[in-house]
């Protein structure tokens, strides 16, 4: 099974902060990596496909990099709607897998 | 726009059965693999993928923790997927979700609570 970590667990950002969220594989994974986010009592959004790929209608401050082992999910300019988990995902091999997650909150 | 629908979530005794169903509409259902991903419940729990079939659902792959106790099913016929759950533990207790195989369309949820 592939474990993915992420960190930090949680942030705590000013409004038009950078934020950055790292998650690293424990083999590679090439770019079968997706980024989620998930607002309270809301199911998860699809924000990034395949460690870089833009989704529509998803903001532009939000932007994915890496590739192999280590991937990277930045929100430029953090808005007050951004508050909540992000969890990124491979597709890689069975079974998928989730990382624990990374909250975030807004000072 | 695409819609999934789950349904059948509820509480239920250790060591009984449930099936959860998911109808989906606004996209090609016998076109597309589909998953279940679940999230316990516990404040700050994460997301946990439970289960995908393929487009024809000649192909299934499970989690180790629900591997021979969960499965996964499709009716193409009815845009509908399905996920048979017997011999739930109270670890199973979760919301489940549906999604698509890009994972860019999810599902509202439904809840299990397996508690005696």
């Known amino acids: 099974e592939i474990v993915l970590t992420q960190s930090p667990d949680f942030q705590s950002v000013t409004p038009k902060e950078k934020v950055t969220i790292t998650c690293r594989a424990s083999q590679s994974i090439g770019s079968s990596l997706h980024w989620f986010q998930q607002k309270p009592d809301q199911s998860p959004k699809l924000l990034i496909k395949y460690a870089s790929q833009s989704i529509s209608g998803v903001p532009s401050r939000f932007s994915g990099s890496g590739s192999g082992t280590d991937f990277t999910l930045t929100i430029n300019s953090l808005e007050a709607e951004d508050a909540a988990a992000y969890y990124c995902?491979?597709?890689?091999?069975?079974?998928?897998?989730f990382g624990g997650g990374t909250r975030v909150e807004i000072k | 726009q695409v819609q999934l629908v789950e349904s059948g979530g509820g509480v239920v005794q250790p060591g009984r059965s449930l099936r959860l169903s998911c109808a989906a509409s606004?996209?090609?259902?016998?076109?597309?693999?589909m998953h279940w991903v679940r999230q316990r419940q516990a404040p700050g729990k994460g997301l946990e993928w439970v289960a995908f079939i393929s487009f024809d659902g000649r192909g299934e792959n499970y989690a180790d923790s629900v591997k021979g106790r969960f499965t996964i099913s499709r009716d193409n016929s009815k845009n509908t997927l399905y996920l048979q759950m017997n011999s739930l533990r109270p670890e199973d207790t979760a919301v489940y979700y549906c999604?698509?195989?890009?994972?860019?369309?999810w599902g509202q949820g439904t809840l299990v609570i397996v508690s005696s």
């Open positions: 995902h491979q597709s890689r091999s069975f079974p998928l897998t």
């Open positions: 999604t698509k195989q890009d994972k860019d369309s």
């Open positions: 606004g996209l090609s259902f016998s076109s597309s693999g």
